[in-house]
């Protein structure tokens, strides 16, 4: 079963960021906090992970809570390709350990 | 970066007949690969991993005789679904595991679309 919980939906407007909360008050020490989203009718797409400090790469920001129960993932400047579902998936950075998907937040970026 | 294709990328068959996809990494070998299955406004189901040169290992309520894994090279693993039914009709999806920079990422194929008819 997923560890994390994200909300449903978001929207946010074209050019705004748009911060995306996830919540895992039940992660392990050894668990990473990676993001995946997935635009409608394709493979997920990698985003970013982190284990805690907060990262930044050409796509996102990651901000990892101290306490490690929650994050926040930070897209600066949102734009209609941003659309699609987002997930949050805790896991321990092993070989042969898979990505376990809940149910994800559906982002909707409007002009 | 990390390239993961899926072929076909759709497929029609008939219920009763068995289908292949296939799943590769064209740009690194990858010792791990999982089966992910996806409905209609539903999240991926993880349904195997796979591990070049052994067996599958199967998530429960999955079906091993139906869905018959091969893992023989480190840039190759099929998924066969056998005397597919209409149920099975779903978008099927592969990753594979490449340890970069010290972590193990996990890059998806852009899924295969299944319909039985």
């Known amino acids: 079963d997923a560890k994390t919980t994200q909300p449903t939906s978001m929207d946010c407007a074209e050019g705004r960021a748009a911060n995306l909360p996830c919540n895992h008050s039940t992660i392990s020490g050894n668990e990473y906090v990676y993001w995946y989203r997935q635009i409608h009718s394709q493979g997920p797409q990698y985003i970013i992970h982190?284990?805690?400090n907060n990262e930044t790469n050409e796509m996102a920001s990651l901000i990892i809570t101290e306490d490690r129960k929650s994050s926040t993932l930070i897209l600066p400047h949102a734009t209609l390709r941003d659309t699609a579902v987002y997930y949050c998936?805790?896991?321990?950075?092993?070989?042969?350990?898979?990505?376990?998907f809940g149910k994800g937040t559906t982002l909707s970026v409007s002009s | 970066g990390a390239v993961v294709s899926q072929h076909p990328s759709r497929v029609i068959c008939k219920s009763g007949t068995s289908v292949k996809i296939e799943c590769r990494s064209l740009d690194f070998q990858a010792t791990t690969m999982f089966w992910y299955r996806q409905f209609p406004k539903q999240s991926l189901m993880l349904m195997a991993t796979?591990?070049?040169?052994?067996?599958?290992?199967?998530e429960q309520g999955v079906e091993k005789d139906k869905f018959l894994i091969n893992h023989a090279s480190l840039t190759l693993s099929t998924l066969t679904v056998t005397s597919a039914h209409p149920e099975d009709s779903s978008f099927y999806i592969c990753?594979?595991?490449?340890?970069?920079?010290?972590?193990?990422?996990?890059?998806f194929g852009p899924g295969t679309r299944l319909t039985v008819t």
């Open positions: 998936i805790v896991r321990v950075d092993q070989a042969g350990t898979a990505l376990i």
């Open positions: 796979s591990n070049e040169g052994s067996k599958a290992t199967y």
């Open positions: 990753s594979a595991s490449n340890r970069r920079d010290s972590s193990y990422e996990q890059y």
């Open positions: 982190g284990l805690k």
